[in-house]
């Protein structure tokens, strides 16, 4: 026989909160959550890069994550940027603790660590 283990409760939804998407860090969704901001502003001049990579000195992550969109992205002919997020507070406060984190085409794609494969088919 099992050992009792208390009451089941019933978690309850509130309607509202049905609504929101929110990632998860392995196989992020490309949804974002509902008070997600806009992908960092681009330069007006030319084309706005596919991919904006948001990082910072000094962080090893960002390095190994430059280094994978900089090869994907030079093999595909696609344009990108990156920003570091000391130098905005709104990014830094939003994503201080997601650092490296990728953007693809205006949307959150992936963040501490960037999927070769999976930007090449967001990018594909």
């Given amino acids: 026989m099992r050992p009792r283990m208390g009451p089941r409760r019933r978690f309850v939804v509130h309607p509202t909160c049905r609504a929101l998407t929110v990632p998860t860090v392995v196989g992020m ?4 959550p509902i008070d997600a901001p806009d992908p960092p502003a681009v330069p007006a001049a030319g084309v706005p890069p596919r991919v904006v990579l948001l990082g910072r000195a000094g962080c090893h992550l960002c390095d190994e994550a430059r280094a994978v969109v900089e090869r994907v992205t030079g093999e595909l002919g696609v344009a990108w ?4 997020v000391d130098d905005d507070p709104e ?11 990728t953007f693809v085409d205006g949307r959150r794609h992936d963040f501490w660590r960037v999927d070769e494969a999976r930007l090449r088919a967001a990018l594909g």
Wanted: glycine share 0%; net charge negative; hydrophobic share 25%.
């Fill in 29 to 32: 969704t490309s949804e974002q």
């Fill in 81 to 84: 940027q990156e920003q570091s």
């Fill in 91 to 101: 990014l830094l406060r939003r994503y201080a603790e997601q650092i490296p984190v």
